[in-house]
Nanobody
Framework: QVQVVESGGGLVQPGGSLRLSCATN????????MAWHRQAPGKQRELVAD???????RYADSVKGRFTISRDNAKNTVYLQMNSLKPEDTAVYYC??????????WGRGTQVTVSS
């Protein structure tokens, strides 16, 4: 059974940091592109960052220079380090695993709230 489970969300003040984790089970993790998306209230879900199996990364313009995506293939886990957080980063953050044949699996999300 494929599992994609996010953790690490919470409440943080503007300018603060959080690290999200996404643990997977049931897939050959090293073959998958992993992505973080987010959805704020009343807005569409958007791509935040992704990382290919080869380690190439890309970021949304709104988070470049503040967020860093990384993966640990030995732990079947992808991370999102978020620094200099802003209130507009408030959203539910979702992890997505994308396999070589286009198979996708989403996690249930973790809430990030940036507020003073």
């Amino acid at each position: 059974q494929v599992q994609v489970v996010e953790s690490g969300g919470g409440l943080v003040q503007p300018g603060g940091s959080l690290r999200l984790s996404c643990a997977t089970n049931g897939i050959i993790f090293s073959l998958y592109t992993m992505a973080w998306h987010r959805q704020a209230p009343g807005k569409q879900r958007e791509l935040v960052a992704d990382i290919t199996r080869g380690g190439s990364t890309r970021y949304a313009d709104s988070v470049k220079g503040r967020f860093t995506i990384s993966r640990d293939n030995a732990k079947n886990t992808v991370y999102l380090q978020m620094n200099s957080l802003k209130p507009e980063d408030t959203a539910v953050y979702y992890c997505k695993a994308v396999g070589p044949a286009g198979y996708e699996r989403w996690g249930r999300g973790t809430q990030v709230t940036v507020s003073s």
